[in-house]
């Protein structure tokens, strides 16, 4: 447990150190995220490109073609990703804008959660349609061996993995809100970039 801070003006004082385990698990965690989305960014562009020889057939999956869906998940991997990480360096820097944006980035981030939930379930349900109908193309029977097309795992699992995700946006939300509410709270305050 952290010890709480004295409001003394000691320069040798040690500071609290959540702020910098706080700030080191959001860099960690906005990279990652934000590597996700590059992948994502790579993945359109690759398509796009025609790289993919099944996004140039005359009936490729769905997962195979730039559409509207992967747009809004790369916008909005890539935008709370860089929310996180602004939030991380604040908070390492002690400041309370750092609280601020983490509780921007946690209330965003389970808003978009039922938003992320419903994007996977289309595509799961589009992509299982795909290979019921093209059933003999090496495309269709490559994802058979993933997955059947009419089995829900692979659905389940990649929601399974999106609420393990939402873990941290809760501590943060509770943290936050709960524990560290006020700049004092911060522990040394450092000066801001």
Known sequence: MDPQPSLSNDPFETPTVWPRV?????????TLTLTCAGCGVLGIAFNAAGLNPASSQPNPPPTAVISGQMVVQVVTGLSTALLLLVAAIF?????IVG????????VL??????LSLW???????QTQQW???????PEAKAMAAFTSADSDVSFYV??????IFLLYPIFV?????LVKRTQESFGQTREVL
């Open 22 to 30: 706080i700030g080191i698990v959001s860099i960690v965690w906005g």
């Open 109 to 114: 981030s389970l808003l978009l959660f039922p």
């Open 173 to 177: 939300l509770v943290w936050f809100t």
């Open 91 to 95: 908070t390492l820097r002690r400041s």
């Open 99 to 106: 609280r601020t944006l983490h509780l921007v980035w946690s």
């Open 158 to 163: 990649q929601a399974g993995l999106a609420s």
């Open 119 to 125: 994007l996977i379930y289309t595509q799961h349900v």
């Open 131 to 137: 290979m019921r109908d093209n059933a003999h193309t």
